[in-house]
């Protein structure tokens, strides 16, 4: 991060292009700060931006300076100077110490929405904060706002979730993250990374007619780690865009050995996680695969999930019509999990709805969610996408959705992901 504007006139106890407080003066008047008002309960906020870095390398880094200036104009205005104080510590990195009472986070993160939008920056930027309240006032400062970081680091591309409380579980969550950080690169080279395929029926032929590839970590040591564990840790650093691409390749040497064999294939769907989509040569990287590996688009699908679409649609469209002029079929997966998902049926040129297991979970327990999911089903139909159904179960869940039309099931009822060996003498015994 450029910083410009230097402001001699104010010296070295402050951010030259903020005109906040620097890092070192914020930790000592935090300190006294507490001391002298030590009746008082305060809190340790720590901010920062989604994709700053982005933002930065995208538009000029004046534009990044500017958004910082808006954000510690802002806190310089909201907050009273008599009890509360803030810095930027470094790069998109605020931190605030202020009193609980007095700190209303809704309200700062849609006063900082407000005003950034009203910059017009193309890019969809994005306040997070994580909190410490601070129920020690003799932890040194840099300690309480490590501890705020975590549970920023918790939500952060959540966007769902903009701020979180520090609470002392994430302690033992976040030892157990930088193990998993730890051990990825060594997982990928020494193979520990494998894909399982979870095979989708068509209920009313009983075939299968396409599958989902899976990861799966078997650790030497910890044995199996499931997915839910480490795939949020890739996804908050990065590692995910090469997982993905390892699993996608995975994929496609599987449909290559099979058709080599002269064995039917099934159209394989992959999933993108939302980080993909910042890496520009996407659509190349997968249409390299198809060519290394001779392959027909069809035999891979692309399963975008509904998060992705929240976050820069423009950016997402365009990469979905670019990917569906290379031929592929593109997913939305986890229809109807996040708050936008109708809106975003009448811009995306999507081929088939995953719809959420969500949907399932509660079809037994409430007639209405039965009504809806009849209605996403009568939707996607009239609008020409196909559906899958995820998380079917049981046998009464699968006729449900069976009656609902021209529904695939992805389901525990019919398979649950398997190990490629068992899914090839699974396909082979359907599509003999
Ligand atoms: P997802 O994409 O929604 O994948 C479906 C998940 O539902 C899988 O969990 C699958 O095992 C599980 N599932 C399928 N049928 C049933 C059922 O009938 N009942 C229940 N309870 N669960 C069912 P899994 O394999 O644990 O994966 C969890 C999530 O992790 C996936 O959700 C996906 O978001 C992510 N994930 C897995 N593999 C990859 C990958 O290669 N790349 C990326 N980016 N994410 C992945
Ligand atoms: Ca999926
Ligand atoms: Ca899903």
Same mark, same amino acid.
């Given at each position: ?31 006294? %700060? ?7 309960? =305060? ?6 931006? *989604? ?106 591309? *959540? =966007? ?5 409380? =520090? ?92 058709? $080599? ?10 999933? %993108? ?19 290394? =590996? ?45 708050? *936008? ?14 719809? $959420? ?8 327990? *409430? ?66």
């Amino acid at each position: 991060m450029r910083a410009e504007g230097i402001m001699p006139i104010i010296g070295n106890k402050f951010d030259p292009l903020t005109g906040l407080y620097n890092r070192e003066t914020f930790y000592t008047e935090a300190k006294l %700060l507490l001391g002298a008002r030590h009746n008082t309960k =305060y809190c340790i906020v720590c901010m920062d931006i *989604s994709c700053f870095k982005i933002i930065n390398d995208l538009f000029h880094a004046d534009t990044g300076n500017v958004i910082l200036k808006t954000a510690a104009d802002y806190f310089k205005a909201k907050l009273n100077p008599r009890t509360s104080i803030s810095c930027r510590a470094d790069a998109d990195h605020f931190v605030l110490c202020v009193p609980a009472e007095e700190l209303d986070m809704e309200e700062i993160i849609k006063d900082l929405d407000e005003r950034i939008q009203a910059l017009h920056i193309s890019h969809n930027i994005l306040f997070f904060a994580g909190i410490y309240p601070v129920d020690n006032i003799n932890l040194p400062i840099d300690q309480m706002c490590d501890r705020a970081g975590m549970a920023l680091r918790r939500i952060k591309g *959540s =966007y769902l979730t903009r701020y979180a409380y =520090y609470d002392s579980k994430m302690r033992d969550q976040m030892i157990e993250e930088l193990l998993i950080t730890g051990n990825l690169e060594i997982a990928l080279m020494e193979h520990q990374f494998t894909i399982f395929l979870q095979p989708i029926f068509d209920p009313h032929r009983n075939t299968v007619v396409s599958a989902e590839a899976l990861v799966r970590w078997f650790h030497p040591v910890h044995g199996m780690v499931s997915p839910g564990k480490f795939i949020p840790v890739c996804e908050r650093n990065g590692f995910i865009v090469r997982l993905d691409r390892f699993v996608w390749e995975e994929t496609c040497r599987l449909q290559r050995k099979r058709l $080599d064999a002269g064995k039917p294939v099934v159209p394989i769907s992959v999933n %993108l996680s939302r980080l993909n989509f910042y890496s520009l040569d996407l659509p190349e990287f997968l249409a390299n695969l198809l060519e290394k =590996y001779k392959l027909d688009p069809w035999m891979l699908k692309l399963e975008v999930t509904e998060s992705a679409y929240t976050d820069n649609q423009l950016q997402l469209l365009d990469m979905i019509s670019t990917f569906k002029g290379l031929g592929f079929s593109v997913l939305m997966d986890d229809f109807g999990s996040g708050y *936008s998902s109708l809106n975003m049926l009448k811009d995306m040129p999507l081929d088939t709805l995953k719809v $959420d297991m969500a949907f399932i979970r509660e079809l037994e327990k *409430s007639k209405r969610v039965a009504v809806i999911l009849k209605f996403i089903v009568a939707l996607a139909t009239e609008l020409g996408m196909s559906v899958v159904v995820e998380g079917v179960e049981t046998q009464a869940q699968a006729d449900y959705v069976a009656s609902l039309g021209d529904v695939s099931i992805q389901g525990y009822f019919f398979s649950r992901p398997l190990p490629i060996p068992d899914y090839e003498k699974l396909l082979d015994k359907y599509l003999a």
